[in-house]
């Protein structure tokens, strides 16, 4: 690499992050960022858990209703005793991990500081970049354990699991409905909550219906690409809110993947040219 082309990068990179730190500083004098601080936090996740240890209704209709399969109600049951500063800054440190996951380098994260919702995602307590992660996590590693969870609370997670890796995902899934047999009601709930949903939309969601973007998800899996099933499964999330924008991350880090093993191949392509141009060494011949 050229010493023009990295400095080109460094200098995107920090273009990146001066972005980010100017929207949070204007985000936080105009008052435009989640309220009360730890958004979701103390908002969903938290009365959601509180509800369960106390046998009150976890899928009760109301502001700000809470849509995740009941293994989700398990995770938060066990969080949500915890500080909400304490469990804000944990999905803090998490949304890093995952966005240098997805980033692949410390040069990249600043690449992806460009797209505007990051600083909103990162105030809102929400699990968004965590999800996106996992999504690329499916893709990239085929990993099951994690898209299982998910799965449940986005359901399209399940559409970027390599289909040679079904058998693990399933087994995933069904090891967590398992450990909620105890409150086997709760998924009663749940359903007769995701109908509710589906008749009346909650929340700032994008005007394109879940029955418009599915088909396009479906045929972007169908191409069996690495890309195709990311992209697909980001487009068939079933409630789609502005906030879900950061899903997208997911198919920029595939395409980060795909660009390098482009490089290398370009690479290796030069370097098997040039060994096939480089004349054969002329071999040292008997004297007659």
Known sequence: MSTSTRMM??????GGCAIFVLIVIWGIGAGKFVKPVGGDIPTIFQPVGDAFRSGQPVYAWKDLPFFYAPPLVIVFAALSWLPTPVLFTSILFADV??????AGGWLRVGYLLWYVVLPFEFAAGQLNIIIAAVLVAAVRGSRTALPALFALAKISPALAVNPARWRPFLAWTLLLIALTLPWWWLWAQWLEQLLRGWQ????????????????VGLLLVATRTRLGRVTGAVIATPAFYWGSLVLFLAPMAIGFDL??????HR???????????????????APD
Not at 9 to 14: D, K, P, V, W
Not at 270 to 280: F, L
């Open 9 to 14: 990068r460094i200098a995107a990179s920090l």
């Open 97 to 102: 991990v995952a966005l240098r996951y997805m």
């Open 200 to 215: 009346t939309p909650v929340g700032p969601q994008i005007p394109i219906p879940f029955l418009v973007r599915l088909p």
């Open 259 to 264: 660009w390098d093993e482009r490089q290398v």
């Open 267 to 285: 690479a290796r392509l030069s370097t098997g040219e040039a060994q096939v141009a480089r004349p054969r060494p002329i071999e040292a011949q």
